[in-house]
């Protein structure tokens, strides 16, 4: 896997800001792209944000920079169509293409809860957070492959990957934490599967990847730990199998890189079934599966 390996390909990753669309922008500048990094938290305000966070995507950029490649920041609300728009626009007069485009989005995290709002009949949690969930994390998606696909099929061998919290597979044998949630990650897989359905003609590819025990910010600050000192978290068991952001970034440039990317074409798969594939670690060497234990 050199590390040039995707030097003139352009990506967009939408949702750059933090966790794993950092982390992906970060893996696919270590691969030489450039990355143009969406998200509404920026140096200039947060762009109606669902967060009050430090992290913005002009950082998210300098990390690629640093990395090897380009850095492309871009402040798009992807719940809005005219922006959205917009950012399709200057991309098209600026590169006439894009060869990776990446469905991060989320930003529901708070309205998520803890995991002592989980598992409640759908009565006893607020509609109105709850369908805000569906638009965050759904909407945003559709509204992005309506502005975005037209690049991608400018030329076949575009990629598509749209990134959830668990494969196909698993999210059909249990149940996700709330039906909001559930109805969102389930159907993000399946958003990959009908999207590549459309995208076939084109000689594109598209697939739904989902990262395991991600060690974002977020996840590191309710920890009350760094990147540093995780393993003293005072975290479940299964926190051992965590992985960095980089991880799943290192999936999709594996991916992109792949002459072959076909074969994952509508498939649903885990950053660690993709490392065990290609080969790839974690930062730390390692190639963690939180999949593979106990739920």
């Not at 109606?48 to 490649?69: H, K, N, Q």
């Not at 798009?76 to 950012?87: F, M, T």
């Not at 399946?190 to 060690?215: C, I, K, M, N, Q």
């Amino acid at each position: 896997m050199r590390p040039d390996r995707l030097t003139g390909r352009t990506a967009v990753v939408a949702g750059a800001t933090r966790g794993a669309g950092r982390g992906i922008a970060a893996a696919l500048g270590e691969a030489g792209a450039t990355v143009i990094c969406t998200g509404r938290t920026s140096e200039i305000g947060r762009g109606g944000s669902d967060y009050y966070r430090p992290e913005t995507i002009e950082g998210t950029a300098a990390i690629v920079d640093e990395l090897g490649g380009t850095g492309v920041a871009v402040q798009v609300d992807h719940l809005d169509p005219e922006q959205v728009r917009g950012l399709a626009e200057r991309i098209r007069a600026d590169y006439g293409r894009i060869d990776i485009l990446v469905n991060d989005i989320w930003g529901a995290e708070i309205l998520k809860g803890g995991p002592a709002s989980w598992n409640r009949p759908i009565w006893e949690h607020d509609i109105d957070d709850g369908l805000r969930i569906l638009r965050l994390g759904l909407d945003s998606h559709l509204i992005t492959a309506h502005a975005l696909l037209p690049l991608l099929v400018e030329q076949p061998g575009g990629l598509l990957v749209e990134i959830t919290d668990g494969t196909a597979e698993y999210n059909s044998q249990n149940y996700r934490l709330s039906a909001f949630y559930d109805t969102v990650k389930c159907a993000v897989n399946r958003l990959a599967f009908s999207l590549g359905h459309e995208l076939t003609p084109y000689g594109a590819t598209a697939v739904a990847v989902t990262p395991g025990w991600l060690r974002s910010e977020m996840m590191l600050d309710n920890y009350g730990v760094t990147e540093q000192n995780w393993r003293a978290a005072d975290a479940p068991p299964g926190f051992a199998e965590s992985e960095t952001p980089r991880y799943v970034g290192r999936a999709l440039a594996a991916i992109a890189g792949d002459q072959q990317r076909s074969r994952w074409h509508q498939r649903s798969v885990t950053a660690a079934e993709l490392a065990r594939y290609y080969g790839f670690t974690d930062l730390d060497g390692r190639q963690p599966d939180a999949w593979s234990g106990p739920e």
